[in-house]
């Protein structure tokens, strides 16, 4: 089966570097996804892992370890709008392999 | 492009009605899925379509019934509510084809309550 892993809750100043990690207990995945989502809405599509390493997009990064059952996404020079939940996915290899898997979220809070 | 939307955004039922919770997408996705979200438990896939005819149970299928006649519209049907479905459900869809599917496309959620 699958399991991740992520804090409930970060917290951090605006123009501070954040991250936010995912441990995950799988068989074996297709790769690691992020996605944001503001006060109950949509969740959107943030980035995406399928190799190991660090994914650059704008200020934010996300990075994967398959060896370490691990990954993380690095938020930089924060601001007051990156306040929301954020939420680590994969998509098992096992099965149908069209079942995506959420983590619980990691609500961050960024102060002024 | 409307993207994916879904109706009612909020619903309000007794115990033991039924109701069908509309989705419908614009992007001639192949993929989409239904999940509720409950606090503290991130979101949990219901059911999914690969395309018109196809479905399959996700993690937490007990309760409701989908169907899928086009590939533009996927709703998700309650046939007896019960309060334990009181959560928010989104709609969501991609490309069914490698790693465009973990790039999911998510409708703005309906707040259902069960009373």
Redesign the interface.
Known sequence: GQSLEQP?EVTAVEGAIVQINCTYQTSGF??L?W?QQHD??????LS?N?LDGLEETGRFSSFLSRSDSYGYLLLQELQMKDSASY?C?V?PVSG?A????????TQLTVLP | NAGVTQTPKFQVLKTGQSMTLQCAQDMNHEYMSWYRQDPGMGLRLIHYSVGAGITDQGEVPNGYNVSRSTTEDFPLRLLSAAPSQTSVYFCASSYDRGETMDTQYFGPGTRLTVL
Do not use: E, I, V
């Open positions: 409930s297709y790769g996804s996605y109950g809405g949509a969740p959107t599509f995406y399928a939420f996915a998509r149908s069209r079942q995506l898997t959420f983590g619980s979220g």
